[in-house]
Structure formats: structure tokens, C-alpha cells
């Protein structure tokens, strides 16, 4: 007899599942989805409906003692050592006293983690669960951005599985800890043990409660828990190919009806694991999907999708055209012109490379000539224009300093003092002397 067919804990729709209940009309909340920025405070998650009839507000709640998250003990001090001095000395380094919020919004990711600790150690009510998980959510951050992932591991310990009855609300029974720290802290606690299959495991383990909210929410509500859902399955394939099972990622990814919203992501993870047809499917149904064209929105993502697919499969001039195309019609993406400067280096145009790069640096329209005495006075040039550095930018362009010149340290160190010169900006400001290879 054939095997009837089944659905996993990923899917969504369960034909086997009885209908929701229809629940009492209850007044519209702002549920979207949250954005990539990060946030002085989370957004709030969706609650599951109680199943106590009344007003669930009006019921005694038991208060909860956290305190055990509040211990000095478990919060590092991060050190400044591995700070290039052009940052340390520069005059946007912001006060002591600065606010967290400030902090977030100008990309000082490292002070603002160390904010978050002071905060938690040392103003917050043991029973005032919302501030504490929203202060350990900007602390787990800032360190994963700032490259202490090590410390957040070992911060992030303590909370231990969020599966206990203690994190969640005694009257309702709703989780009291936000969605989005709670994917953290998978990730974290998985890193910390040394098994990413713990992560897999904790991230199916969201995804039955993400399932469950979904199949009982509605309207805006159903769409968020959904957009979470497929958010997990993505974090599965992108962990089973950080584990190098590729079969696996592959298999994984078959198995999963890809939605809208992470079309993109897909095709990403296809790249990564190295099936160069899959992401083409994956383009053609973006490509698919109807989009406006609007120049001051940026390339469209199957546009961006085509090029990075003709890259992965090492035509790489065919590549640049396809970069240098984007670039001349969205000359001010950032993305798009990393992208072309990389492969600008694999087809052996190094100059081009390099001058393509220090045009992100110093916010310009044109990088120069790419030659060694064309960077003096590129800090002033580029004041008052929008400038990159995110760290694929300034570690690319350290590189090129190697390959193309015996100077290479100098440029190393006069490019850390360019960054540092520019203003501070909400992707993050100060760098680590990795990020310029010194």
C-alpha cells in the first residue's frame, strides 16, 4: 500500500489538521514583520489567543524573578585592542553618557552592547521581563556585529531552554521572550556547544510553535507567523550547508515550498550549495513575479540574482557585464559595486578593481586611477557624500593593497584613517584591525 503523503513541522498547511477556531473579533495591532535594522526595543511578537475566557488582564499574574539574567558576573568587558587608533581617537567616538538609542542609530555597535550590560546589571527590576530580553537582545547583537559571536555564545548561556515553563505567562501561557531573540539565542547556544545539528533541533522546535500560532491566527497575525515559518526553513538549509551536508541542505530545500518573500534567499542558499540550475529556477520565478521599475528604488533582486548566478558559475565576464550593466544604471548601490570590483579582480583588471572599491570608501562617483599616490586627501574629497565600509568592503580592499602595491600596509592603515574620517552610519562605524587586515 502506498505511504500516504505527510507534511513536516516546516510546512504549513496540515490537511490533516482540524479547522481553527474562528476567534472573537478583537482590535487590529501593527504585526509587521520586523526590519533588518536593529532595534532599541523589539518589536512585539504576536501573542497566542488564551484559551480562558474573559479578559485575561484583569487575572492575577504570579510575578517572575529573572535575576539570574542580571548577574554582573555574566557580561565581558570588551576591549579595545583590536581597535585601529583612528577610530579610538576620532571625534565621533560618542560620550559615555550617550543614549542607548543613539548608539543604535549611528552604528556604535560595540559601545552600545556595553550600554546594555550597564543597563541590565545595574537599572532593571528582576520582574520587568520586556526591558531585560530587550536589553539581551541588543547585547547579543551588537556582539555578533562587532565579532565577539565567542562572547555572545557564552552570554547567551544562562538563559538555557527557552522551553521552560518560567519564560512563559501564567495566565495565557504566551512566550514572555520576543521571536527574534529567541532565533538568536538558538544559534548562539547551538555555537556555544560546538553542534550545529543542537541549532537544527532548536530552530524545528520554533517551528512548531510558529505552526501552531499560525494555524490559529488570522489576517495580519497568520501572515507573520507564516513569513517566520518559511524564515525557518531557510535557517535549516543555510545550517545543514554551514555543516558541509550539502545532500542534505539540497534535499531539505526540495522539500519546502518557497515563499514569496524568500524567493531570494533560496536561490542563495541554491548558489551555496552549488546548484547553479536550481537558482536559475528561482530567478525565473522572481522574474515572474510583476515589479515596478522605479531607478531610486534600486535593482530589482532577480536582476541581482542573475548576476551573482553568473558568477557563481565562474563566468566572470560574463559576470562584469552583467555588474557593470547594474552599475551604470544605480551608480550610488553599494552592493552592486562590490560586486562588479570583485569580479573586475577575478578577470585580472586589479586597477579597476581597487579604484571601483575606493570610490564606496570616500562616497565617490569614480575611484581615480587606482594608482598608489591617488588615496591622499581622499578623507576630505569624501566629505559630505554618502560613504560605505561594511566589512566585505574594507577587507577586499585591504587586499587589493596587498596584490597591487609593496606598500601595502600603509594604504592598510591610511584606509582605516579614511573610514574613521567618515561619518558615523546606522550599518556600523568603528572597525576591528581584522576587518583591514593589519
Same mark, same amino acid.
Given at each position: ?121 545595574t537599572s532593571t ?39 521552560r515553563s518560567v ?97 531570494? $534567499?533560496? @536561490?542563495?542558499?541554491? &548558489?551555496?550549495? +552549488?546548484?547553479? %540550475?536550481? #537558482?536559475? =529556477?528561482?530567478?525565473?520565478? /522572481? ?51 562590490? $560586486?562588479? @570590483?570583485?569580479?573586475? &579582480?577575478?578577470? +585580472?583588471?586589479? %586597477?579597476? #578593481?581597487? =579604484?571601483?572599491?575606493?570610490? /564606496? ?23 559630505g557624500r554618502h ?52
Amino acid at each position: 500500500m502506498p505511504r500516504r503523503q505527510t507534511r513536516g513541522p516546516l510546512d504549513i498547511d496540515d490537511p490533516l489538521a482540524d479547522p481553527p477556531p474562528t476567534p472573537p473579533p478583537s482590535k487590529s495591532r501593527n504585526l509587521a514583520p520586523p526590519t533588518p535594522a536593529l532595534q532599541t526595543q523589539l518589536p512585539p511578537s504576536p501573542r497566542p489567543r488564551s484559551p480562558l475566557s474573559g479578559d485575561s488582564a484583569s487575572i492575577h499574574r504570579p510575578a517572575k524573578d529573572f535575576s539570574f539574567l542580571l548577574n554582573p558576573a555574566t557580561y565581558h568587558r570588551l576591549d579595545t585592542q583590536h581597535i585601529p587608533d583612528a577610530f579610538l581617537n576620532s571625534p565621533h567616538q560618542p560620550s559615555p553618557d550617550t543614549p542607548l538609542p543613539d548608539l543604535i542609530r549611528h552604528g556604535h555597535f560595540r559601545l552600545a552592547a556595553a550600554t546594555a550590560a550597564r543597563e541590565l546589571t545595574t537599572s532593571t527590576a528582576p520582574q520587568d521581563h520586556a526591558a531585560i530580553f530587550s536589553l539581551l537582545y541588543v547585547r547579543l547583537a551588537c556582539l555578533v556585529l562587532t565579532s565577539h559571536e565567542a562572547l555572545a555564545t557564552i552570554e547567551a548561556k544562562p538563559l538555557g531552554d527557552l522551553s521552560r515553563s518560567v519564560y512563559r505567562d501564567a495566565v495565557t501561557h504566551a512566550h514572555l521572550v520576543p521571536w527574534e531573540l529567541r532565533v538568536l539565542v538558538v544559534r548562539l547556544q547551538a555555537l556555544g556547544l560546538g553542534d550545529r545539528r543542537r541549532g537544527i533541533m532548536g530552530y524545528y522546535a520554533l517551528a512548531a510553535d510558529a505552526r501552531s500560532e499560525a494555524r490559529r491566527a488570522t489576517g495580519s497575525e497568520r501572515r507573520v507567523w507564516r513569513s517566520r515559518l518559511a524564515d525557518l526553513g531557510v535557517r535549516v538549509g543555510g545550517a545543514l550547508v554551514e555543516m558541509h551536508d550539502l545532500d542534505g541542505a539540497a534535499r531539505h530545500l526540495q522539500s519546502l515550498d518557497p515563499h514569496p518573500a524568500h524567493q531570494a $534567499n533560496f @536561490a542563495l542558499l541554491w &548558489l551555496r550549495i +552549488g546548484d547553479v %540550475p536550481a #537558482a536559475q =529556477a528561482c530567478v525565473a520565478a /522572481l522574474e515572474a513575479t510583476p515589479a515596478v521599475s522605479d531607478p531610486d528604488a534600486g535593482p530589482r533582486t532577480s536582476d541581482i540574482l542573475e548576476a551573482l548566478v553568473r558568477t557563481a558559475d565562474g563566468n566572470y565576464t560574463a559576470a562584469v557585464n552583467a555588474w557593470q550593466r547594474l552599475h551604470t544604471t544605480y551608480p550610488t548601490d553599494a552592493m552592486v559595486a562590490q $560586486n562588479l @570590483a570583485v569580479c573586475l &579582480l577575478y578577470t +585580472g583588471q586589479l %586597477p579597476e #578593481a581597487r =579604484a571601483a572599491l575606493e570610490s /564606496l570608501i570616500d562616497g565617490s562617483g569614480d575611484g581615480g586611477d587606482g594608482s598608489d599616490d591617488n588615496d591622499g586627501g581622499r578623507a576630505a574629497a569624501g566629505a559630505g557624500r554618502h560613504a560605505h565600509a561594511f566589512h566585505a568592503l574594507t577587507f577586499n580592499l585591504s587586499t587589493l593593497y596587498e596584490l597591487c602595491s609593496e606598500r601595502a600596509r600603509e594604504h592598510k592603515v591610511r584606509l582605516a584613517e579614511r573610514v574613521a574620517a567618515t561619518a558615523p552610519r546606522p550599518e556600523g562605524w568603528e572597525r576591528g584591525t581584522a576587518e583591514f587586515k593589519l
